[in-house]
């Protein structure tokens, strides 16, 4: 049997909550962790309508990209937009997750889907994910104990070095500390000094682990303050395989602007606003850096990556006029759902695979844009 809580482990797995940005709100918004799920649904949005698919479609959980409550609000009355959402996924048993710029991020995340549909190998980021690198770990913990430790802290994600798992080094020493009023020690007594054999256990584990690694140490270790320090190494990670905003990657070979906004057109789903760029049209493009949803406070960055054009969404005339004026090369701007939406079933096969649950993505289009018109001849 699989709960809410457990789906809600894989997907910050797969989308540590510590790689979204500083303004985001993502996890879990309703539902309760214990309740079983043999069902989720995937969405970009939770519209209304996105709502009342999950719920008859017979889902459980509704994972979607964009959070319902990024900002804030003082009432989910069922008469508010937001709150008639609420309310119906409630009503209906669903539990909401979401997962967004932290899924920008992560790898494989948003970013790499969209990379892949326009035709390149995801490489390195626009923008590399600061404090994503490697700590390394000492623990002191008492003989008895060094075993029961090591297993919660391999199991919440240490120790882990390329295709080898529990990786860890000890050292025998004695530890000392001496307990005063308001403590509770588990051995020694208030007011003496103790001593005592100690294990100090070393190893690495990812940065973005380190809360969730702290946690399983206090609620495993013996002891009631443990010995521990955390020193963060130098990010030795491959360019190409950092985590962070946006993907930078090559086309097996070069094509006109033209014919490469064309391709686009044709790799991603459809939209009213369709796809449109800015720049020479017969310009010869080949490395290409994307980045999914609104993009336009990377132009300054893209226009000092070497890239030969740049693939975003929500891109506004002033923006673009200064970017193209100052040297940058040519933009092509998608819908933002259309940059997005692909995720969805990335998403749900991660989900599929490390869970006994159904898989449901609700292809609702939720894209505002629903008209769009041209001059007649």
């Not at 404090?131 to 060094?146: F, N, Q, R, T, Y």
């Not at 000092?304 to 006029?321: A, W």
């Not at 079933?345 to 018109?373: C, F, K, M, N, Y």
Request: proline share 7%; hydrophobic share 40%; charged share 25%.
């Amino acid at each position: 049997m699989s709960t809410v809580g457990d789906i809600r482990s894989i997907l910050e797995s797969a989308y540590p909550p510590s790689l979204a940005e500083s303004w985001d709100a993502v996890g879990l918004i309703c539902g309760d962790p214990a309740d079983e799920v043999t069902r989720v649904a995937f969405a970009l949005d939770c519209t209304q309508a996105v709502a009342e698919e999950a719920v008859r479609s017979g889902a459980q959980m509704l994972v979607v990209h964009h959070p319902l409550l990024l900002r804030g609000v003082t009432s989910v009355a069922a008469d508010t937009p937001k709150g008639r959402v609420i309310h119906t996924l409630i009503r209906g048993g669903v539990a909401l997750f979401a997962a967004h710029t932290n899924a920008d991020s992560a790898r494989p995340g948003v970013n790499d889907r969209l990379a892949e549909l326009v035709g390149i190998t995801p490489g390195r980021p626009i923008l590399p994910k600061s404090g994503a690198g490697v700590d390394k770990w000492g623990v002191h913990v008492p003989p008895a104990s060094v075993d029961t430790v090591k297993k919660a802290l391999f199991d919440a994600g240490a120790g882990e070095i390329g295709n080898y798992r529990d990786c860890s080094f000890d050292i025998e020493g004695t530890g000392q500390f001496t307990p005063v009023a308001g403590a509770d020690p588990t051995e020694g007594e208030i007011g003496q000094t103790y001593r005592a054999a100690e294990v100090r256990v070393e190893f690495v584990a990812p940065a973005r682990r380190r809360r969730a690694l702290i946690d399983a140490l206090r609620a495993a270790h013996p002891y009631e303050e443990p010995a521990f320090d955390i020193v963060e190494t130098a990010d030795t990670t491959d360019a190409d395989e950092a985590l962070g905003l946006g993907r930078i990657g090559e086309l097996p070979e070069p094509m006109t602007l033209r014919e490469f906004t064309q391709q686009v057109a044709d790799a991603l789903p459809v939209t009213e606003w369709g796809v449109r760029a800015a720049g020479d049209p017969d310009a010869t493009v080949q490395r290409v850096a994307v980045s999914s949803g609104s993009g336009d406070s990377f132009l300054d960055a893209v226009r000092g990556l070497g890239v030969d054009v740049y693939v975003t969404s929500d891109l506004r005339h002033h923006p673009v006029d200064e970017y193209l004026r100052a040297g940058g090369p040519p933009v092509i701007d998608t819908a933002h759902w259309a940059s997005e939406f692909p995720w969805t079933a990335q998403a749900a096969e991660i989900v599929g695979r490390e869970a006994d649950v159904e898989t449901h993505v609700i292809d609702l289009r939720t894209d505002p844009w629903t008209l769009s018109a041209h001059a007649s001849e």
